[in-house]
């Protein structure tokens, strides 16, 4: 018994040893291996019960493989148990430190990865297009218009990823120019009306508290982050209902209201909807999305010096108001003045997950 006592902590030492996590050697309700990391965390546990330390599923031999959580230190370590023959090892594993900043570069590493394919993609459609469209053939152009589409699916979630990237490390720029913030809601309202004309979705309708309302910002951000508001809001309302862009000023702040009478968030649910990936969403729901749209929005809104505030009724719809900041007189003297775009390609992106292929039919593109 001594002997294998004494090969199993020559194995142990041989397998941990060098390890930089802390790992525990258990065995009979006791401790037969602590490496250089865990007597480092654990100066004590040698002289205590393990059970003083670990709760009783850690310590037996059933499961024989799990992974969990424990409190020390005040700091949350992920434990990995497994079984060699009659010792159960614990390995701890200390919470990240950079996990923010892993999370950004793995991020926007992602979405330029998904991008470069995207650019080659782009680049065949715009020339098959024509020639597909030429052919008068309407099975064969819609089965164009579902690969465009998917194109402009795939581009949201590209850009959503790097703005989420941005938002997890709390970074971000952007590029201000002036323009006019009633007219930009007033047209997206618009082309996204016209976009959803003939789809099974609410009434879309728009009102300007301000006739005006002067604004420096990033424009391309400000439309992105309407537009996911108004995708969110036609995605949970059923045809019938209503989705309202709002357009107001309270003293010296810009608010940008979209309320809808649809379906609603359930109060259990409301408190981590502003948090990535946190609202549980239906992955048959053709709309659900990847759940970025609220983190694009709130994100937007904080670049902005904003911010964005949720209320709902299950049953009876949701209403998310965006507040930022309305510039002084003397930045939008020497600002450019927007000519706003008119084309569609970020209502095209934006609204996609709401939007049938049929309006990427060429008509639609040109």
């Known amino acids: 018994m001594a002997e294998k006592n004494k090969n199993n902590l020559k ?13 525990v050697a258990l065995a009979d309700g006791g ?27 850690f310590i037996g031999t059933e499961p024989s493989e799990f992974t969990s959580e424990l409190l020390l230190r005040g700091e949350r370590y992920t434990v990995i148990g497994a079984m060699m023959d009659d010792v ?3 390995s701890l594993y200390p919470p990240a430190r950079d996990d923010a900043e892993e999370g950004d570069r793995a991020l926007h590493a992602v979405a330029g990865g998904v991008r470069k394919p995207l650019s ?34 795939l581009l949201r979630i590209s850009s959503h990823l790097d703005i989420v990237a941005d938002a997890l490390n709390a970074t971000g720029r952007i590029e201000p120019t002036g323009f006019d913030l009633t007219a930009l809601c007033r047209r997206l309202t618009e082309t996204a009306r016209h976009l959803a004309q003939t789809q099974d979705t609410a009434a879309i309708l728009f009102e300007a508290r301000e006739r005006s309302l002067p604004f420096r910002g990033d424009s391309e951000l ?8 108004l995708c969110n809001a036609l995605a949970f309302t059923p045809k019938g209902g209503e989705v309202f862009l709002i357009v107001s000023r309270s003293g010296n702040n810009a ?15 409301q408190q981590t909807v502003w948090a990535r990936y946190a609202y ?3 992955v048959t729901d053709a709309k659900a999305g990847p759940g970025f749209g609220l983190t694009v929005v709130q994100h937007v809104a904080r670049l902005h010096g904003g ?35 008119q084309g569609v390609r970020l209502p095209l992106t934006e609204l996609s997950p709401i939007l049938g292929s049929d309006k990427y039919l060429q008509r639609y593109l040109d």
């Open 11 to 23: 194995t142990l030492r041989g397998l941990f040893g060098a390890m930089p996590q802390a790992v």
């Open 31 to 57: 401790v037969v291996y602590l490496n250089a990391a865990a007597e480092r965390l654990l100066p004590a546990l040698e002289a205590e019960r393990p059970s003083e330390t670990f709760p009783e599923t």
């Open 88 to 90: 159960r090892v614990l």
């Open 120 to 153: 080659a993609l782009r680049l065949a459609f715009d020339f098959a297009l024509p020639a597909i469209d030429a052919l008068e053939n309407t099975k064969i152009s819609l089965y164009s218009a579902m690969m465009y589409h998917s194109f402009y699916e």
């Open 222 to 229: 400000i439309e992105s982050m309407v537009l996911n508001l």
């Open 255 to 269: 608010l940008i209201t979209v309320r809808d009478t649809g379906v609603g968030i359930p109060p259990e649910r």
């Open 280 to 282: 549980e969403r239906d």
């Open 307 to 341: 911010f964005a505030v949720l209320e709902s009724a299950l049953g009876r719809g949701t209403t998310v108001t965006v507040s930022i900041p309305l510039a002084e007189k003397n930045e939008l003297r020497d600002a450019p003045q927007d000519v706003l775009p």
